[in-house]
């Protein structure tokens, strides 16, 4: 038994030493880049998003035959995990990537309630992850390895109170939330903060994820007297609680925030969500120069207009490809190769992305404007206005 | 005002719980388990009804069959109802009738695992993006001095008494009602009365899956959105309110049904809604400490009721 042992001991030890040896000194012939995104779950057309537009970054790379990092040319390789919309996955997804696919950089997850969380793991294991959707402040705070490609809800908050208030003149607000997402928590009470200074709460009504029945709620917000409802909520809910108000009998605007912005709210909402107003990140109709570009490529490769995610997530691929460009020179250790791609992250100060040009903060978060939508009447995403910083 | 409000909206809520909640009784009654997979055919119930009505819908478009829409949502449920019941008929020769005579923990985790091979094999199907179910009814909201009532929703709560009440009266007054009955009362000697078990079981099934595929339809209609996963929270609900109705009782289920739906709607009319389901399931498990057997349920299990 025990001469059986060693002989195991000492035939790991050599094979991890070859192992070692005939890779550490030549450097990677590839660079990996992991995608964690949901691909299943509750928003999967967000995943679809970020999988089709990483996959046409990838197409650029190939055919430019890899990404040029000082004298040496790299092929690259995505590995997409799925997340499946869940916290806990979303982390395990990053482990996985970090520790068993020894990626150089992850690009997601991308709602919140996974981003946070994950963003915590990456720091923690010193891999750079930049989230292009997430915007809640969490994400990045007090984790130097941690960017993201998108405005935060401190400013969304803001921004959607003060449209509401020059749009039409409102004093009364309600808001209906899931309390068990941090996106939609955070930016609730980010827009309650901003809203309190202009004018009153009527009713700040919540519901727990995977709820389909908002009647209760919808019923106190209408007798509550507020004059519109603003509901950050992913497009699934979107559509339940819009249709659901309107059963109840409320013909007042129902206003959203950047989680609405997916290809498929309006398929799933139909005719009830036309009309209707939520800022985001970009607009679609009408976008000119390489945002143009992208969306016409991306619209005839997969017959529909990329949704916001997609953009912010082609953002962050560029991003990272111009860090890595940025390095110089890759050791080949990949742990010293993810801290120089940190670095260079952080130095980054300026980015003209699709979704805006973006000037880089501290905390490695992107200033850059917002766009007010109007879905239209035949359900297209209609730029309205623009709100800078 | 707001009270009747939420009455109707309750009553709608409670419609779905009430005949997902008559599954899990009657198979319990029958068969002493729970078949847990039962959330997840009320989810392959409201997929059947998805791919019906869009091939009605189809068909009508067409002109091969030029149908009005309440006919087509007529013969989505009844279609729907009898395909799901051979869902319901595999599920229970596959996963149950060779696991009768096991463990009853082993019977239980048959159901969670066929709940999950539904889920999945869906997901694989139809993949992971959610349906939006045909508008088969076009909603009409009725306003009665500030209560809004849409046809659909009074449609769906009448369909949901009217086939409740008729599980009733087939327990009641039929042949193979009787024979269910008998098997509640004694699923091992009854048979040796030359009592089919396997059929009897079979037809158990069947009518709970026809039941839960209604429900899923009437989901459709009024949240029409559909993903894999919709039937797990739903399906832990219902069996709430099976619990809650006393194990075995037709009219046990269907009542719990509503009263959990009225707990869930009336709690955040009174309480902050951020602790809805906290201050809700509370009441439910208050009512079990005092009704540790349900409302229509008896301490002898040998003594069930349908």
New interface residues.
Partial sequence: MKKGFVSVVIFSCITMFVAFYACGPSGPETIKIGVNAPLTGDIPKVGEGTKFAAEMWLEDINAAGGIQVGDKKYKVELVIEDNESKAESAVKANTKLITEDEVLAIIGPQSSKQAVPAGGKANELETPMISPWSTNPNTTKDRPFVFRGCFLDPFQGPVVANFVKDEFGFTKAAVLYDVASDYPKGLAENFKDAWEKIGTMAAYESFTTKDTDFSSQLTKIRDSGAEFIFTPQYYNEVALIVQQAHQLGWDKPIVGSDSWGSAETVKLCGKDCYGLFFSTHYAAAGATGATKEFIDRYKAKHGYVPDDVGALTWDAMRIVQTAIQNVGELSGDIKKDRKAVRDALAKIKKFEGITGNMDFTEEGDPVKCAVIVRISDTGEFEFYKSVCP | ??LL??LI?AL??GSFYALIALGYSMVYSILMLFNFAHGDIFMVGAYIGFGVATGLIALSKMGALAMPNWLILMLTVIFSMFLTSFVGMFVERVGYRPLRDAPRASAAITGLMIGIILETGN?ILL????L?FP?LVQ?A?Y?LG?I?I?N??IMIVALSIGLAFALHQFIRRTKWGMAMRAMAFDYVVVPLMGVPLNKIAAMTFALGSALAAAAGIF?GIA???L?P??G??FGWKAFVAAILGGRGSVVGATLAGFLLGFI??????IF???I??FIAYSIVLLILVFRPHGFFGEPYSARLRL
Avoid: C, H
């Fill in positions: 005002m707001q409000q939420n909206n709608q809520l997901l993949g992971a993006e959610q939006s508008s909603t909201t306003n500030g809004y849409t659909q929703k989901y949240y029409p959105v993903d996963y919709m797990v929270l869930e709607i009336f709690v955040p009319m902050p809604s951020t809805r389901n």
